[in-house]
């Protein structure tokens, strides 16, 4: 006699059951968008060339080394508002 599977939900953890209907859609949303991402999706091509995240930063520190360094805006500039066109 085979034994009967069942879902799954009697032998997980409490810890891991999640109610769902007491979830908030968006509850991160409008704080990424303030705060903005460090997410970078490279296109396919690009991506077959780098095995790991490690490389990829390898690759850009070395492009980074060749550049003069970046002026800073002071922060007046960095927090003034752009002029609205209209």
Known sequence: MKARRGNGLGRMRAEYRF?????ERGK???RLLKAGS??????????????DSAS?????????KGKPP????????RTREKPRAG
């Open 19 to 23: 109610d769902y209907s007491k979830a």
């Open 38 to 51: 460090n997410v970078v999706v490279l296109d396919r091509d690009v991506a077959r060339e780098f095995p």
């Open 56 to 64: 990829v930063n390898r690759a850009l520190r070395s492009v980074l």
């Open 70 to 77: 970046r002026r800073r805006a002071s922060r007046a500039a």
């Open 28 to 30: 991160y949303y409008k």
